[in-house]
């Protein structure tokens, strides 16, 4: 917050807002226009101020993580920094213990501004950018990921453990283990954000997400027991909820406006039963309007372009990848240097085969590597001028999704069809009549020229 106060990127509301209706609002605003991040002071009925937006910009988003904000530059610092994890380091207390409330003394309400992040929502949510810890209890490896919380009382809210995801396979292999028994789950709120982005990130166990956090970050982070199991959380950490959740044990959770910008409907959530409530003195919430807004979803976006790149440049030729934030992060581009039939046509099956990306890439569009993927008028103009939609259109049918795909009914959402472009110039259509494609009028030499005498023309810089 400081960091983002000193750069002018920090506003702060004084007057009372009602939590709900007012933060949705307020948020809403500042996610279209590409505000600022947001303290409110004063929430109604609560005496928790709430904080919004924290890395909802590519800027806000680079200076969390001390690096370069131009997007191609952050992707190589992010997979420089992530093949060294750094161990966290456990330390006897911190911040996070400054208050301890164990057993009936545990109570969401005193920590919670109940705030109705959408209209429609069913509930206040607690965990839009609550941090869930769980632990592998075969391999004895921590996971930490964002799910969705919704308040039920003042000891209860529900716990939405997505198919595939590690809280998921966690609970699955609790219950073989263990049966009948609860597993233990913390929640961590309002921490360092390189903990948060690690959370919301795609990561191979072993390590796990801390480890993750640590080299984002260049150094240890440092971690406390719980009150009243063995997770290790952030010592920094604003609050943090410990509970625990018995498995199989379901109730209807939603709706809520998920970020493809839909309210979902209902589904079924696991429990979430608190036992202990620790927090810092004088604790700020952290929280998230969830829904589409220009620069997407940042927080699980760019780590999953960045997995995306790890996994394709194996294929020789692949250059660059680039995910579409502001397609909710549905859409990933990929430049080529093609190199042999059915080349694109690898890229786009590795995408849609790979158990990582599967399930939450819907469209690849693959180019030549003289198009800038960055650049949406260059890739529009390359899907625009190279491709004949019954020979470049691939459509894969009954495809897995994470079930929140609005373009599905909901008695078919899990499911989806996915589609990809081969917007790659059509080399081989052409040499099979026995002809060259026509060549690109760019002349880059004569550019080059140009610009290195520029002053000479007496132009403003504006019009270059």
Known sequence: MAA???KGLLGRVKAE??????INGVTKKLMDDGGVAVLFEKVKGHKVPVLCGLVETLERFALALEMPSDDRKMMEEWLRRTEHPIPPRLVKTGPCKENI??????????????VLWHKADGAPFVGTLGIQVTKDPETGVQNCGLYRMMYRTKKETGLLLCYGQHGEQHLQKWARMYPGKPMPVAV??????VYLIAAASKFSHPPGEEEYAGALRGQPLEVVKCETCDLKVPASAEIVLEGEVY???????????EYPGYQTGQRLANLFHLRAVTHRDNPIFLGKRCGWSPEGNLLWGKSMECLAYTKLRKIPGVMDVHLVHAA???KLLVSIRKSWPGHVNQVIHAVWGDDELAHLLKNVVVVDENVDIRNNAQVEWAVAVHV???RDILIARNCPEIGLDPSQPYSKQGLTAKWGIDATMPVEAYRAEGTEPPLLCDDPDIKAKVEAQWQKYGLNEKTR
């Open 17 to 22: 807002v009602d939590p709900s209706w007012e």
């Open 388 to 390: 004949q939609p019954d």
């Open 101 to 114: 409330m164990v057993g009936d003394k545990a109570d969401i309400d005193a920590i919670f501004p109940p």
């Open 247 to 257: 498995p199989g044990e379901l109730e209807p959770d939603g709706p809520f406006g």
């Open 328 to 330: 909710c992060s549905f």
């Open 4 to 6: 983002l106060e000193k």
């Open 188 to 193: 961590a709120i309002g921490t360092d954000p």
